[in-house]
């Protein structure tokens, strides 16, 4: 396993990912000041997006539909779990995109090869709802 977002498992008979791009941002209010910089204040953190690119490849994969998995949990709108194989907690994350191109095709349609990028924004305040309800 390389990672699992809910109950979806990135691995190589799934989907496994090549690349993990994490974008992070800190926000900071500020005020106008008269003849000098604007004053800044730490106001917290912002957003956190993680975009995850790979490959299926027909030849490994147990199902080559897999994505619409990852479709249907994104249809709940819920935000779920992001755990790295490693045990590292990501935290709760939305599946906001999630983009496909399917390359090799053999003469019925069947790809040889699936191409996938998706993103993941952070939700805490989704998550704390759930677990308050």
């Known amino acids: 396993m390389m990672m699992s977002y809910g109950t979806f498992v990135f691995s190589l008979p799934t989907a496994a990912y090549e690349q993990l791009q994490r974008q992070m941002s800190w926000r900071h209010a500020s005020s106008e000041r008269l003849h000098a910089r604007p004053a800044r204040q730490y106001v917290g953190p912002g957003e956190d997006t993680i975009s995850l690119q790979g490959v299926i490849a027909g030849e490994l994969a147990t199902n080559l539909d897999v994505l619409d998995e990852l479709r249907a949990l994104a249809d709940e709108g819920k935000p779920l779990a992001l755990v ?34 998706l993103q993941l924004e952070r939700d805490d305040d989704g998550a704390a709802a759930e677990v308050r309800a």
């Open 84 to 117: 790295e194989g490693t045990g590292r907690v990501y935290g709760a994350y939305l599946l906001v995109n999630l983009n496909e191109t399917r390359k090799e095709l053999f003469p019925d349609g069947t790809p040889r090869l699936i191409e996938f990028q």
